[in-house]
């Protein structure tokens, strides 16, 4: 799914890191406000609350500047920056279980019944979009990183195995499970409702 | 292809994996099952919407300033976690410290003028080595090498003393321990009551110390048993 970066876009990554290491300030800031987005939206989606996932972004990127002489050039910057993103990330989950003793609060929302199908039943396809993250929110941490990294920021799964520290077979059983967790929690989405949306988003065939 | 056969293929479909010839059973199986047809939109769906759609939140502006000013200042980026880290650092901190002032003496120290008693030096090392031995004559002679003329009252109290200073070490080494079971909370409103009356130590809860009592008069004999 993920393509390859060309080389210019190698060699400039390169570049920056190069200069990041040295000090220079511009590049530093240059290599946040490429990744910064991306990675925010990855961590929002799995610690759920934003100032949590600002906290956590910060300390991603910290312990990335301070460990830049270790990067290795071979892989993608943002390979690397997602893959300690991905450990702050379970690092807090983990701190805040112990805390609340509640990891998953989001499945909070939408299990009563009532809300969650009447819902469904609307016909705005906004709704159907909050519904699906709402599904996504209830899976598993690593269910959740493996679908939000492949379909969100287009990671393949070899690129998503060295984030997540795990076998390439594994990554696909958690994108396998995740789809078919996500398809129980939507079972009763309306067949209309998702074809006027797949005809909407051009996906019918 | 049935139902069963055409799910094992979803993921490998779903993810642009699955060969010309079985795209085209899967389609065929699909436009025949409803149930398949559905299953499989729901997850092309699924995947539309977390591919497209943009987050809710985004980081605030002055994001990277705050950033690359911890980066700069590596301290400044634990401003806003300080209960977490007053916790983990300010616990041993404290322990330490409240040990170091024990073994100097801070919490045994006399309670002022008002209880009516003088500060004395402990004797010195020499001194207490004698006396521990039981060997006036070694006292004697330490006055001596002070040119402090020998005093027995003198000697006397400094006994009492030493007496009352293992007691008070005692005591100390019993408030540490009540304090190794606080709280950070409560070890820094002890701490902040015992620099206010630079009296002894005392957990939440504990009674009053019994105050040592005034020094007794000893006589040359009791001096001598030791």
């Not at chain 1, 071979?74 to 997602?82: G, H, M, N, V």
């Not at chain 1, 709402?134 to 984030?163: K, M, N, W």
């Not at chain 2, 007691?167 to 019993?174: H, T």
């Not at chain 2, 007794?216 to 001598?224: F, G, I, N, R, Y």
Request: glycine share 6%.
């Amino acid at each position: 799914m993920s393509s390859e970066p060309t080389i210019s876009i190698k060699e400039r990554e390169r570049a920056l890191i190069d200069r990041a290491r040295a000090g220079d300030r511009s590049a530093s800031r240059e290599l946040v406000d490429q990744h910064k987005d991306r990675l925010y939206a990855f961590i929002r989606r799995m610690v759920h609350h934003h100032h949590d996932a600002e906290e956590v972004c910060q300390e991603a990127f910290l312990k990335a500047f301070a460990s830049l002489d270790s990067f290795s050039t071979e892989f993608r910057f943002s390979t690397w920056l997602f893959t300690i993103a991905y450990r702050v990330s379970l690092n807090h989950l983990r701190r805040k279980k112990a805390l609340t003793g509640d990891m998953d609060f989001t499945s909070l929302r939408y299990t009563s019944g009532d809300s969650f199908f009447t819902a469904a039943e609307s016909e705005e396809a906004g709704r159907l979009r909050d519904l699906i993250w709402s599904a996504v929110d209830q899976l598993s941490p690593p269910q959740r990183a493996t679908l939000v990294l492949f379909y969100r920021h287009e990671f393949g799964c070899h690129e998503i195995s060295r984030i997540m520290n795990l076998p390439v077979a594994t990554v696909k059983s958690h994108l396998h499970r995740g789809r078919n967790r996500l398809g129980e929690l939507l079972a009763r989405v309306p067949d209309g409702q998702l074809q006027a949306f797949r005809n909407r988003s051009g996906l019918a065939g | 292809m049935n139902c069963e056969q055409a799910q094992q293929l979803f993921d490998a479909y779903l993810d642009g994996e699955l060969s010309p010839a079985l795209t085209t059973e899967l389609g065929a199986h699909r436009l025949q099952c409803p149930d398949c047809r559905r299953a499989l939109a729901l997850l092309e769906v699924t995947g539309h919407v977390l591919s497209t759609d943009r987050e809710p939140d985004e980081l605030p502006v002055g994001f990277t300033d705050r950033l690359l000013a911890c980066v700069d200042e590596p301290r400044k980026g634990w401003s806003h976690r300080l209960p977490q880290r007053l916790i983990y650092v300010g616990v041993p901190v404290a322990a330490a410290a409240m040990v170091a002032l024990a073994f100097l003496g801070f919490f045994d120290r006399p309670s002022g003028e008002a209880a009516g008693e003088k500060a004395m030096a402990p004797p010195s090392a020499q001194l207490l080595q004698g006396i521990t031995k039981g060997n006036v004559a070694s006292s004697e002679n330490a006055l001596r090498i002070d040119e402090t003329p020998v005093n027995e009252q003198l000697l006397a109290e400094w006994l009492e003393r030493t007496r009352e200073h293992i007691a008070a070490q005692e005591q100390a080494g019993e408030s540490l321990q009540k304090m190794m079971d606080m709280t950070i909370l409560q070890l820094l409103d002890v701490l902040q009551q015992a620099q206010e009356s630079r009296g002894p130590l005392r957990a939440p809860g504990e009674k009053d110390a019994v105050t040592a009592p005034p020094p007794a008069k000893v006589s040359t004999q009791d001096v001598e048993d030791l």
